[in-house]
């Protein structure tokens, strides 16, 4: 007999092809359940009538599917061809015949959450490059100043202030900052030898970061458990846990601290490569206490890619940064304040508009980090069905859902060819939680919306979304 979470929410549904001996089976027949919390809600996407309602009011953590309230906010609101854009100048004089600039070269953010990333690289090119030709075609020869970039856009406050300390360090715990660069990722590279041995650090990249780092970390059997420590605009901290032994190039990625201080110290080594004299020491406006607003004599900008191709790459990859960069957006846009509790509240009066019921709803963050947020399944699904019907840029908001068993989060789940080309959908993952939400069609052509939150489960994950991809097959199958 087959045990199932949440087979129990079909004993009064008439429709459903299982039997009474099936339908029995509860939650405490499954012990890795037996102390969590589920939630689940299925909707016929056409008419919205909920189908499955179990549990669907309660509020749990969701973890990334978090980012789908998040993407259709900054859809609806800044609309698909929403852009970022950096700006790049001087202030003060520039004296074209002996090539000398009195004054700076500054670098001014505009919140764009993908500059530089790894996922965007067609886009942005050699953009460092091409920044400084451009200002090496004005013949500047001299700088009396110095490099500084402008990183005011947003607030000072980079990490919501509900993450988790070990996260912050770590890339997927980058904080957002107006000038955010290269995912405010760097990698730390290390050659690990024997169990116990203390790894051997080999190079950062990029060079110009620099950071103090205690290594605590050790060297022992195939754990993947390192973790870095370090607070936002901080200059140390510290690398602990365990990594795998016996490796030549073991990579921890980690969050950068200071994007902004890395952009314009690599900018000023770049101008310095190709022959310009800088006087002073690259910086931040955040830095200098004593700056004077002046005038920005402008050189050059960059764009980045349309909003509807951050989102698809945040909601197939599952970005924590697009995310946060996003509900920071929408503050800074609609409340002229550039964070996250901002971007809250425009995020819960969108929902609101929507028709969705927000009680019950705390919106920590935009990317689902936070174990503090809390949502409920029945008002997700009422979004998807709300953004199918009723949404300006649906198409957008569709694509931006991974495959089952193809691309982004879902290549490794919904494997069985049942699933390919009818089910779309968000997962979610953090310690004690798994989610998923999105669309699917059924055999009889059937259109739905799910929702599914698990909370403090335990015992393997992997079971759990095992129930869980076997229990969407026989809605698929059975309706």
Request: aromatic share 12%; net charge positive.
């Amino acid at each position: 007999m087959r045990s199932s979470f949440f087979i129990i929410t079909f004993v009064s549904l008439t429709f459903c092809a299982f039997s009474q001996e099936k339908s029995s089976e509860t939650f405490s027949g499954d012990s890795t359940l037996a102390h969590a919390s589920v939630s689940l809600c299925v909707a016929d996407a056409e008419t919205g009538n909920l189908i499955i309602d179990y549990n669907s009011g309660i509020s749990l953590t969701p973890a990334s599917i978090l980012k789908l309230i998040t993407s259709a906010a900054a859809l609806e609101l800044l609309g698909p061809e929403y852009t970022f854009k950096t700006r790049v100048g001087y202030t003060g004089t520039l004296n074209k015949r002996s090539g000398k600039l009195k004054g700076n070269i500054i670098i001014v953010g505009g919140g764009d959450p993908a500059l530089g990333s790894k996922y965007f690289t067609d886009h942005y090119k050699d953009f460092m490059i091409n920044w400084v030709t451009q200002i090496k075609k004005l013949g500047i020869k001299r700088i009396t100043g110095r490099v500084i970039t402008d990183d005011s856009y947003y607030d000072y406050l980079p990490v919501p202030a509900k993450w988790l300390w070990e996260d912050t360090g770590n890339y997927y715990g980058a904080g957002t900052y107006g000038l955010s660069v290269f995912d405010n990722t760097y990698e730390i590279h290390f050659k690990t030898l024997s169990d116990s041995s203390a790894p051997a650090l080999k190079n950062i990249i990029p060079d110009e970061y620099r950071s103090e780092l205690s290594n605590f970390l050790l060297a022992y059997g195939a754990t993947d458990e390192g973790y870095v420590f370090a607070a936002p605009y901080s200059t140390s901290g510290w690398i602990a846990g365990r990594i795998p032994v016996n490796k030549d190039d073991f990579v921890l990625k980690a969050s950068i601290t200071d994007p902004p201080l890395l952009l314009a110290r690599m900018i000023n080594n770049k101008l310095k490569s190709s022959g310009i004299k800088i006087s002073g020491n690259p910086t931040t406006i955040r830095s200098e206490k004593n700056y004077k607003t002046e005038k920005i004599v402008p050189i050059t900008d960059i764009s980045s890619p349309p909003l509807s191709d951050i989102i698809e790459v945040l909601n197939h990859e599952s970005v924590n940064l697009f995310a946060e960069h996003l509900i920071k957006e929408l503050g800074k846009k609609f409340k002229n304040n550039g964070s996250t509790a901002s971007g809250a509240e425009v995020i819960i009066e969108f929902l609101k508009n929507s028709g969705i019921d927000t009680n019950g709803m705390f919106i920590e963050d935009g990317s689902g980090l936070s174990p503090l947020n809390a949502i409920n399944t029945r008002e997700l699904v009422r979004l998807l069905v709300y953004m199918k019907h009723r949404g300006k840029y649906f198409t957008e908001y569709f694509s931006s859902f991974p495959d089952a068993g193809k691309n982004g989060t879902l290549k490794n789940y919904f494997t069985d060819p049942l699933f390919t080309s009818r089910l779309k959908a968000k997962s979610g993952s953090m310690t004690r939680v798994r989610s998923f939400a999105g669309y699917f069609t059924t055999m009889s052509g059937k259109k739905m919306v799910f929702s599914i939150i698990i909370n403090n489960y335990s015992g393997s994950s992997k079971k759990i979304v095992s129930e869980i991809e076997e229990n969407i097959r026989e809605l698929i199958l059975n309706n």
